[in-house]
């Protein structure tokens, strides 16, 4: 069996497409197994999507965990817009959205879901704002892609895919619910 050479996409305003959705799915699959493999189980975990896409993703991911262990894992988002600390040179051009956490983190595994993990300075955010929902037993981070670049020694639990990148670069998680598409692209 001869196998088919596998031909990139060429999409305008984009370098080079590093994940489709295919890949994706398959990432997303291996997170929620490492997750569940970590924690011994899904119970006292709740995941916790950094808007704006970690939110689709943590569903995702709340949804692979169901059909790994029969059980729901309660999804909540988490804005992280107040608790940046570029929020004055940012300052009128942060839009605001709404939380929503339907449950209390105070002795949950709380697993933040993001996109992408760069400098770490959202996640700090993040850490900041969960705190406003009570006191976490354990926070752990889910990512689909690591860019590296780190400026804060904050470092992910789970990651999808790590992607060697120059600081210049732009790389862009694509997401069905947001986006109409499913990929990972640097532009």
Not at 8 to 15: L, M
Not at 36 to 51: H, P, Q, S, T
Not at 149 to 171: C, M, Q, Y
Request: aromatic fraction near 4%.
């Amino acid at each position: 069996m001869v196998k088919k050479k596998k031909v990139a996409k060429v999409v305008p305003g984009v370098k080079k497409v590093v994940m489709d959705d295919v890949e994706m799915n398959r990432a997303l699959r291996r997170i929620a197994n490492q997750i569940v493999e970590a924690n011994k189980g899904v119970g006292g975990i709740v995941l916790v999507g950094v808007i704006q896409r970690g939110v689709p993703l943590a569903r995702r991911l709340a949804d692979i965990i169901k059909q790994i262990e029969g059980l729901e894992v309660p999804v909540g988002s988490l804005d992280v817009s107040l608790y940046r600390d570029d929020l004055t040179k940012k300052g009128q051009y942060i839009e605001i959205k709404k939380s929503d956490m339907p449950f209390a983190a105070t002795d949950k595994t709380v697993i933040l879901v993001d996109d992408v993990i760069f400098a770490g300075r959202t996640v700090r955010a993040a850490l900041d704002g969960l705190k406003d929902y009570g006191r976490a037993a354990k926070v752990q981070l889910a990512v689909l892609i690591d860019r590296g670049h780190r400026e804060l020694p904050i470092e992910p639990n789970f990651v999808g895919k790590t992607i060697p990148t120059a600081k210049s670069e732009d790389v862009k998680v694509e997401i069905m619910e947001v986006d109409g598409v499913d990929r990972v692209v640097i532009k």
